[in-house]
């Protein structure tokens, strides 16, 4: 289970016109605690207009960078997205959990590897790229990058920066809304996936895919790769946002569950609705187990059923062994039986 500290903002950069990347001031006592691996996540928490509000954001920086920064761009709505890019200032204090997720890459001696990432989607592709570039020579790295144009595409000047200094690093950038010269135009489809890996890339043989952005782009390009060779193993994913299971949904009924929550060593009971999710009934009950995006494309707020039975109606990030063994992701999961058993310690 993350845990959350009080840090303040270090520098904050300008990357688009509506995005920036945070720097934290990391405590020397605290460096090993935010040790992390390219591709994880931090989640945020601000107090914004008298409510405390949680997002995550995956690290664009390297592990061995010295330093935690991540990007954020505004979303229609959002509100923490929308305060950190206008009201954010440096100095400010904020709390941060330590580094968790799924979606990882540990560079290894050649290796191949390639990439498809959209908008802020390259955030923890960038921390993998420069991982992979600066301490694995022997091995290659393949971007395609997707973005509506190139005022639009955060670390631009960045990127093109490392396809000057590292031979064995491939960038590609495709623009859906202007035409550049040396980029493509259009969006990442299954026409442009087949290019680059059965034509322009089709003499190198890539070890590991990793695929960030839109759900939608994400099943295509999957579905591509795996017409092409790559196996399930080697195809892995972190998404925007997830659609819902309609068969989940039509196991929820409009009965009430009684629910034993274990957190923190103790237990707490109580009675929910079974339309509720059990993270959003477990917050209104006082109690504070992990969270952060509340929107199933994160893992922090993982759980284990131990009595009775809940339906995820998210769920891209859990596999079925896991299911099976009872983990949930309680922001999408509801109860289905009459009492059910619910453990955030022992995961």
Avoid at 26 to 51: D, H, M, R, V
Avoid at 55 to 76: F, M
Avoid at 119 to 144: A, D, N, Q, R, W
Avoid at 330 to 341: E, F, G, N, V, Y
């Amino acid at each position: 289970m993350a845990t959350f500290y009080n840090v303040n903002i270090k520098e904050i950069k300008q990357e688009t016109a509506n995005a920036v990347s945070v720097v934290f001031s990391i405590p020397e006592n605290l460096i090993t605690e935010f040790s992390y691996t390219a591709g994880q996540y931090i989640t945020i928490e601000k107090e914004i207009n008298g409510e405390a509000v949680r997002r995550a954001y995956s690290i664009c920086s390297t592990p061995k960078s010295g330093e935690i920064r991540v990007a954020i761009k505004a979303v229609e709505n959002g509100v923490f997205s929308t305060y950190a890019t206008t009201d954010l200032k440096v100095g400010d204090e904020v709390k941060i959990s330590t580094p968790e997720g799924r979606f990882l890459l540990n560079p290894e001696a050649k290796k191949n590897y390639i990439a498809f990432a959209a908008g802020s989607g390259i955030t923890p592709i960038l921390s993998m790229v420069k991982s992979v570039l600066e301490h694995e020579p022997t091995s290659t790295f393949t971007l395609i990058y997707g973005n509506k144009s190139v005022e639009d595409t955060i670390f631009y000047d960045e990127l093109l920066a490392l396809n000057s200094k590292y031979e064995h690093f491939n960038l590609e950038f495709v623009c859906s809304r202007e035409r550049q010269e040396n980029m493509l135009f259009g969006r990442i489809d299954k026409p442009f996936t087949n290019f680059f890996i059965k034509n322009k890339y089709k003499d190198i043989s890539f070890d590991a895919a990793f695929l960030c952005g839109p759900e939608a782009m994400i099943n295509t390009v999957s579905e591509t790769l795996k017409e092409a060779g790559f196996s399930n193993e080697n195809i892995h994913f972190e998404l925007f946002t997830v659609s819902e299971d309609e068969n989940a949904k039509d196991e929820i009924k409009e009965g009430t569950s009684e629910i034993t929550v274990l957190l923190d060593d103790e237990e707490t009971t109580f009675t929910m609705t079974q339309t509720d999710n059990i993270l959003a009934a477990s917050l209104r009950n006082d109690l504070d187990p992990p969270y952060s995006c509340q929107g199933g494309v994160c893992s922090s707020c993982l759980a284990k059923v131990t009595e009775g039975k809940a339906v995820m109606v998210k769920n891209t990030i859990l596999t079925d062994g896991e299911v099976e063994e009872g983990l949930i992701l309680t922001c999408q999961a509801h109860p289905t039986t009459s009492k059910i058993s619910i453990d955030f310690d022992d995961v």
